[in-house]
Nanobody, 114 residues
Framework: QVQLVESGGGLVQAGGSLRVSCAAS????????MGWYRQAPGKRREFVAV???????EYADSVKGRFTISRDNAKNTVYLQMNSLKPEDTAVYSC????????WGQGTQVTVSS
């Protein structure tokens, strides 16, 4: 099992940047897959980005070139750096970790004003 706690959300103007963090309750060295999803009001949850223990990353087309996912194994934390934010990026961002089951954090709100 692992507990995940997100932080770093907030309100930012369009074109701005924000970094959200996902702190795990245990070493993430043994967690191969960690990533982020987001859910906007009235919309389905959608994949944002994933990072594997190998360092391989994948991104949704809608954020490619603007968002960067990374993991700091020493801090047991995964980050999502979001640049050139758009109003359509407004959502609750939740991190997840894949072990025997999939574990989720509680989410952090990101609001981008136009």
């Amino acid at each position: 099992q692992v507990q995940l706690v997100e932080s770093g959300g907030g309100l930012v103007q369009a074109g701005g940047s924000l970094r959200v963090s996902c702190a795990a309750s245990k070493s993430i060295l043994t967690i191969n897959v960690m990533g982020w999803y987001r859910q906007a009001p009235g919309k389905r949850r959608e994949f944002v980005a994933v990072v594997k223990s190998s360092g391989d990353t994948e991104y949704a087309d809608s954020v490619k070139g603007r968002f960067t996912i990374s993991r700091d194994n020493a801090k047991n934390t995964v980050y999502l750096q979001m640049n050139s934010l758009k109003p359509e990026d407004t959502a609750v961002y939740s991190c997840y970790a894949v072990l025997a089951d999939v574990y989720w954090g509680q989410g952090t709100q990101v609001t981008v004003s136009s």
